[in-house]
């Protein structure tokens, strides 16, 4: 009886110890890295990363997109700034040649 006694003691003794080596040098890791709420977790991860990976892609599209836009905006409003400016010129100086036309010679 005493022989089991010490044979049981010296199990439980070899077993902690041997547990908790395992666990200490990373093999458990395998244990939790098998369960499948873990694998369902890295696969979730996997695909949310993609997805942040193509959101950020179409975001930098975006913003060049943005740019170019930007540039065509700019260059059509000096475009019509020029128009404008022209189309008032040549109409103040039409305007000024009529009066200038009228003003010397009298009308009888």
Same mark, same amino acid.
């Given at each position: ?18 547990? *908790? ?7 458990? @890791? ?13 696969? @979730? ?15 930098? @599209? ?8 930007? *540039?065509?905006?700019? @260059? ?33």
């Amino acid at each position: 009886m005493l022989r089991f006694l010490f044979g049981l003691l010296v199990g439980t003794i070899v077993g902690a110890v041997g547990t *908790a080596y395992f666990f200490s040098t990373g093999g458990g @890791d395998h244990l939790v890295a098998a369960s499948p709420r873990v694998l369902r977790l890295e696969e @979730d991860l996997r695909r949310v990363t993609q997805e942040r990976e193509l959101i950020a892609k179409k975001l930098e @599209d975006t913003a060049a997109l943005m740019e170019k836009m930007t *540039a065509r905006f700019t @260059d059509l409003e000096r475009r019509f700034q020029t128009l404008e400016s022209a189309t008032r010129k040549s109409a103040t100086e039409g305007t000024h040649e009529e009066q200038q036309g009228e003003a010397p010679g009298p009308s009888s």
